[in-house]
């Protein structure tokens, strides 16, 4: 499979969260216009979609407890890219 063809269908189709990402980017976006620039809401929004995964990663069980949940590291990774895809991506109509 290609990039593209795993994280349509890993990070995009297959996620059951997104819509949590997606939704919170969108009212972090919201927030963040009123008390910054556009450019600095849309890298805090950028840096906290980041975090979330890396705390995400470790309280979940760090590499053996991502590999329990989701199979493989690589369906992981495309995953947490979709929920920061899709943070980004509302966050970015919202700003705009």
Not at 32 to 47: D, N
Not at 48 to 68: H, P, Q, R, T
Request: proline share 0%.
């Amino acid at each position: 499979m290609s990039f593209l063809s795993k994280f349509l269908d890993w990070g995009l189709n297959g996620n059951v969260w997104i819509w949590f990402h997606m939704l919170f980017g969108g009212i972090g976006a919201r927030i963040g216009v009123e008390f910054f620039s556009k450019i600095e809401t849309f890298f805090i929004i950028l840096f906290l979609a980041l975090i979330w995964e890396v705390v995400e990663f470790i309280w979940d069980g760090g590499k053996e407890g991502m590999i329990k949940i989701y199979g493989s590291l690589e369906h992981w990774f495309y995953d947490s890219l979709g929920d920061v895809v899709g943070a980004m991506w509302i966050a970015l109509l919202v700003i705009y």
